[in-house]
């Protein structure tokens, strides 16, 4: 079956630093790929997503690219701010056409110190 | 504002007392979804509904039940909790299948003592 595997954390930073948090997947297809951000206390918010090959997803300064030929969708941004602290979740929905949900990493949780 | 609301946020309950964990949203949305997060599992699906009167079971159905009365409300019942059932949910809607974006509630906090 379809399954994620991301690094577990606590990915610790220092304010201003390069963020790589590194995704990689298994799935047969073509899968829509995201990434989910939960703050404290909250649900999970989409930050970003891509949908085919070469893709590259962006918002809030964060990118993405999806990258068929290594499998993988590594979150990254150039300068990482203290409420950029949560934990985030790569997740893919499979190609399949059903209507199940999607699969989620097990999360990555980092910490932004000023 | 479009959202999904679940009520409660948090709960404490003794094994075997049935609960119900309610969800709505307003965004018009025909897919609806739980799932339940534990610390180093990540989030895993419970169960899902495509509209109206037709649920399907996720990756971890076992111990759940939920109805689709309405297109808007998916409640999650526990007809008798287990302390493996202690966890955090997480009701979801979706535009499927326009879009596979998932809409998260706030979460639920669940102990079952």
């Known amino acids: 079956g379809d399954s994620v595997t991301q690094m577990e954390g606590p990915v610790t930073l220092s304010e201003e630093a390069f963020l790589t948090i590194n995704c990689t997947y298994t799935?047969?297809?073509?899968?829509?790929l995201f990434w989910y951000v939960q703050y404290p206390g909250e649900g999970l918010q989409l930050l970003l997503k891509?949908?085919?090959?070469?893709d590259k997803g962006s918002n809030k300064g964060f990118e993405a690219t999806y990258r068929k030929e290594t499998t993988s969708f590594h979150l990254e941004k150039g300068s990482v701010q203290v409420s950029d602290s949560a934990v985030y979740f790569c997740a893919l929905r499979g190609s399949g056409g059903g209507a199940d949900g999607l699969t989620f990493g097990k999360g990555t949780h980092l910490i932004i110190q000023p | 504002e479009a959202q999904v609301t679940q009520n409660p946020r948090y709960l404490i309950t003794v094994t075997g007392k049935k609960l119900t964990v309610t969800c709505s949203q307003n965004m018009n949305h025909e897919y609806m979804s739980w799932y339940r997060q534990d610390p180093g599992l990540g989030l895993r699906q419970i169960y899902y509904?495509?509209?109206?009167?037709?649920?399907d079971k996720g990756d971890v159905p076992e111990g759940y039940k939920v109805s689709r009365k309405e297109k808007r409300n998916f409640p999650l019942i526990l007809e008798s909790p287990s302390p493996n059932q202690t966890s955090l949910y997480f009701c979801a809607s979706s535009n499927f299948p326009n879009s596979y974006e998932q809409y998260f509630g706030p979460g639920t906090r669940l102990t079952v003592t």
């Open positions: 891509a949908t085919k090959a070469d």
């Open positions: 509904s495509m509209n109206v009167e037709v649920t």
């Open positions: 799935a047969t297809g073509y899968p829509s």
